[in-house]
């Protein structure tokens, strides 16, 4: 009766189906069709911007460490990256540099592809000049 039993069980939970649980729905981004508009064209260059909140806004002390020569300034700073010691890959504060560069760097490979596919309007070209100098910006801080 046991087995009978768990043959039954198992032959019913493989019947039964979960198919519309299983179904994905993108509740959390747009469609590249968005893009394919001006406005929406529009939003895609913010978001490049927004990119340089994340840049320079929140680590500055990859910017501002090891600017004065012969003294410390008058708040504490890592040591490592004021005197130049732990600036590699592997430190926190670089890596995060390193990470939100290469975001930009995607983030304007995906405005000019779809620069070519866009609704061409006036401002396209200004568009278009500004994300590459945007790109341009990314490497060079990787540099």
């Known amino acids: 009766m046991k087995k009978i039993f768990i043959g039954l069980s198992i032959a019913i939970m493989s019947l039964s189906s979960c198919t519309d649980f299983l179904e994905e729905q993108n509740k959390s981004y747009d469609t590249t ?53 732990q600036l590699s890959p592997s430190d926190a504060n670089s890596s995060y540099l390193f990470n939100q560069c290469y975001i930009a760097i995607q983030r304007a490979n995906t405005a000019l592809y779809f620069a070519d596919l866009t609704a061409k309007t006036s401002t396209l070209p200004t568009r278009v000049a500004e994300v590459k100098f945007l790109r341009a910006n990314a490497y060079f801080l990787l540099v």
């Open 33 to 85: 069709s968005e893009y394919l508009t001006s406005a929406g064209y529009e939003t895609l260059i913010n978001a490049n911007y927004s990119q340089l909140r994340e840049i320079y806004g929140s680590q500055p002390w990859l910017f501002v460490a090891g600017t004065d020569l012969y003294a410390s300034g008058r708040n504490l700073q890592p040591v490592g990256l004021s005197q130049y010691t």
